[in-house]
Every structure is written in C-alpha cells, then in structure tokens.
C-alpha cells in the first residue's frame, strides 16, 4: 500500500476518532453508521482488508517487560502476587495516557517457572471492576484458569495454587470477565509466562532475557487525539483494529543487537489483528517453538503468520546477515514494526540443535474417530459456535480427563465470505493433525493452544486433558468471544 494512502488511512482515522470521543453517549453502532469512514468502519471492512500500520521511526528502544521478583523461590516452589491496576503511561513522549496493567501502569511483567515447580500467585484486582487473571496456555485445574466464572470483585484476592506439568515454552496471561475481555486486553493487561525446563536448557538457544532472548509483545492500538485509548469510540464488532503498532507498550520500537544469533518469542497479543511478518531484506530465519513448546526440528521460513494469541519463537542469525542493510521486522505489507540496529559487536556463539524435541503423531491419533465437533460460524455481534452463543449455566461438552480425544472444528463460510477464526482452547495443549484433511504446515507440528482456521476450512486435533474443571474454548478475537463466540467444557 503506497504512503499516499496509509497517510489518508491515518487522517481520517483522527478525525473518525474525535468524532467518536465527542459524543460518548453515542452507542459505537451509532458511531458507525454516521462515519464517513469506510476505512476503519465495520460494516465496510471487508474482510480481509488489510488496515495499515504505521511505520516505526525506531526513536524508542524497545522496553522489554521485567521479569517479576518472585515472593518466595526454591528448587521445588515459587511464589508471585499479580496485581491488576490502573495508571498512566507515556506512550507518546510528554503525554500521559491512561492505561491498565499487572504490576505496573501498563502490560505487566514476565513470571518465569519451571517445569515440576509448585507455583502458587496471589491474584489481587485492583482495578475499579471486576476482572479474572487468565493463564492462557497453561495446564491448570479448571478453578485456577481464570475463566469467566473465577471473576474478582475490585479490591478483592485470590490464591491459586497448581504444578507445573508441561515443558518449556511462551505463554500469556490477561483478563476474561464476561464481556469485558476486549477492553481490558485493549486498555492493556496482558503478561507473560516463560516456562523451562531441562531440555530447552541443554540445548544452548540464544536465553539472555532482553539481550538475545526478547518477547515482542505486538499490539495495534487506535488513540485519539488526546491520546487515550477511548476503547467504546474504537470497538469494531469483528475485532478492534488500530492504525498505531505497539510493541511490548513501545511506539515506534527499534531494537540494538549485537551480531549473534537472537530469539523473538513473538506473541500476537491484538483483539483482532493478523500479522504476517518477516524481514525487509527478504531474508529467512528460524522458527523453534510454537505456542506450547519446542519444534522437533527448526523449520527455516521466509514469513510466519500469527493469528490473534497465537506465539512463535523465531531465532534470526545476524551474524550471518548483510547488517550493512537496514534491517527490520515488517509486516505483510511492509509497514516497518520493529527496525533493528545491529552494533558491530559480536555476541553469544549460541547454537540451533537439528533435533530439538520430541513430539509426534501416533498412528492411533490419526485414525481415532472424531468425538467432538465444533462449527464456528457469522461476524460482528452474530457469531456463534454450534448454532449458540455463550450461555454461563451451558456445559457444551465433556470430556474425560487423561483421555485423548480428536475434536474437529469447522469455519462455515456466510454470504460475504466468512472471516479468520483463531480458535483458542483452555487448559490444554492440543496437536493439529490436519488441514482439510491434509498434513499441518511443518511449524504447526508441534504444541497449539490457538490456530487460525479459515472460512470453509475444517481443523483436527487431538487434545488431552491433564486436569479436571470447567473449561472455556472460543474465538480469540476478543469481541467475537465477547459477543459470545464461546464455549463450555467440563473436563471430568
Ligand atoms: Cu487467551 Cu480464553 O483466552
Ligand atoms: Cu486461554
Ligand atoms: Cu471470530
């Protein structure tokens, strides 16, 4: 898209903007309807259009979230608090923006554990209402996943106790009261969770945290003209989709590294975005991990497409690349995310082992009849999952705990065509075993907790439940889940 129109884009979403913040009595349908905006206006959006980023200047660095003090730590236990609350942060230099975080003004920290640790966290809302603390990816009784029905009133704790039973890999945390998830994502509560263990240890990838080891946290905001992130001005029923890219909080993002091989773990933390992302030089790097853990072996690509709460761990190699080029991580149509500055300076000789786990398919998987069928189907605030939306007192399925089942789940196409779902379930890592029938790209073969699942496509996976308790599974498009494109499990 030429800088002709992404600079129009931009324009009149300042002006769509103020003109929603005027009135904010005006319900956002209101709003809507009576823009003149087409660009950022749901009922025109098609689809698949592709609302433009901003390109980074790279006139910050990069913040890098704190990894957070434990309370208590030994070989066998940890202990943290996570606090929800409110504050300030500048975003744009001198001005404040009111935002929300974990632990902070604004996104939260990172919380390191290991795999066979006792993990206990003091959950604690200090927002103005009420919210839930989420662990998304993680393996944990249903009481501790922080679902729609563990919902803190403000002021009030919560001590969640469970062990960590699954290996090392990238996870998240953020918020899931009942309707209100994409805001308080948006406003910015989402935080991190590193899981390690033995394996990931031995094999000697790029692991110093902020230098050859970093999260990117990426996030597309609307603001207005105030500055604010006014979330009922911006709310778009198929998923609120910003013109401003923020990465770990920080706008317009550069990142200094030395020449040595470095890991990203990339988390798409939108309410709604696509990336398809790559380097501006063409050039390929690694993928390692996927959202529950390791690959087998790393898969070489030239772009990586991360659907909303999906993550990738790449490693890029700038030892080996022409640095005398100005290098950035882009996205699929260019627009500059993160500009790199390469300093002469060497690093770490870290390596990529050819093997790096060990997860498979089994025969059995593969021929197991499908128990659980799921079909996700509409747009804007129609969507549903089988024919209904989200119903609280609903339990959808069963499912024994301990016991491999093959769900399949299906995105039916609508008159216009049908949209990317990117279907989320709690409390499990899950194994893709196809694509309409066919195998699953090479870097999905390995751990999913999320997929993108296009319209007309049929998924299947095979997924185990280590632990008991009620279970959501839904869209990962916030406001769809919000809209009820969500479901009930009971693991049992
Ligand atoms: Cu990222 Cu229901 O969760
Ligand atoms: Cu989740
Ligand atoms: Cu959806």
């Given amino acids: 898209m030429g800088i002709k129109f992404k600079m129009m884009i931009l324009m009149f979403s300042v002006l769509f903007i103020s003109a929603c913040s005027d009135n904010n009595l005006q319900s956002s349908e209101e709003v809507s309807r009576s823009s003149s905006v087409e660009t950022l206006n749901n009922e025109h959006v098609r689809h698949d259009e592709v609302v433009s980023l901003n390109d980074s200047t790279g006139e910050h660095e990069l913040n890098i979230p704190p990894m957070l003090e434990p309370d208590y730590r030994d070989d066998n236990r940890v202990e943290y608090t996570v606090r929800a609350q409110t504050g300030e942060t500048e975003i744009f ?9 974990y632990n902070g003004s604004f996104l939260g920290p990172m919380l390191r554990l290991e795999e066979g640790q006792t993990v206990k966290i003091r959950t604690i809302n200090e927002l103005d209402e009420e919210t839930t ?3 998304h990816g993680l393996e944990v009784p249903g009481d501790a996943d922080g679902g729609p029905h563990e919902s803190l009133k403000p002021g009030a704790e919560e001590l969640i106790e469970f062990d960590v039973t699954q290996e090392a890999s990238t996870l998240w945390f953020h918020p899931h009261p009942e ?20 394996n990931l240890k031995s094999l000697g990838l790029p692991n110093v945290y902020g230098v050859n080891d970093i999260p990117l946290i990426l996030q597309d905001r609307i603001f207005d003209e105030s500055k604010q992130l006014f979330f009922n001005a911006a709310i778009m029923h198929d998923g609120t989709i910003g013109d401003t890219s923020l990465i770990n909080g920080t706008l317009n993002p550069k990142l200094t590294v030395k020449r040595e091989k470095v890991r990203l773990r990339l988390l798409n933390g939108s309410n709604a975005r696509n990336y398809t992302l790559k380097l501006n030089t063409g050039d390929s790097f690694v993928q390692v991990a996927t959202d529950g853990g390791l690959l087998n072996e790393p898969v070489t690509m030239e772009e990586i497409t991360l659907t909303p709460s999906e993550r990738a761990e790449i490693i890029v190699d700038f030892s080996q690349l022409d640095t005398e080029k ?5 996205n699929e149509d260019d627009s500059v995310l993160l500009p790199f500055d390469v300093s002469e300076q060497g690093g770490e000789t870290s390596s990529i082992p050819e093997k790096m786990n060990d997860i498979s ?7 197991m009849p499908v128990k659980k069928q799921v079909e996700l189907y509409g747009m804007m605030d129609q969507v549903t999952i089988n024919g209904k939306k989200f119903d609280p007192e609903r339990i959808d399925f069963t499912q024994e705990q301990g016991v491999t089942e093959v769900w399949e789940i299906y995105n039916k196409t609508d008159e216009m065509g049908g949209m990317i779902h990117p279907f989320h379930i709690h409390g499990a890592q899950f194994k893709i075993l196809s694509r309409n029938e066919l195998e ?33 599974f839904h869209c990962h498009i916030l406001e769809h889940e919000d809209n009820g494109m969500m479901g009930q499990i009971r693991v049992e």
């Fill in 133 to 135: 603390f989420h662990w």
């Fill in 93 to 101: 230099d001198g001005t404040k923006t009111k935002t929300y975080g």
């Fill in 326 to 330: 100005e290098m950035a991580l882009v």
């Fill in 440 to 472: 699953p790209p090479k870097n999905e073969q390995g751990w999913k907790d999320s997929f993108s699942i296009h319209p007309g496509e049929t998924v299947k996976i095979a997924i185990q439940f280590k632990h008991k308790g009620v279970y959501m």
């Fill in 361 to 367: 398919i089994s025969e059995e998987e593969l021929s």
């Fill in 179 to 198: 309707g209100k998830t994409a805001e308080q994502v948006y406003i910015g509560l989402a935080g991190l969770i590193y899981i390690e263990d033995d």
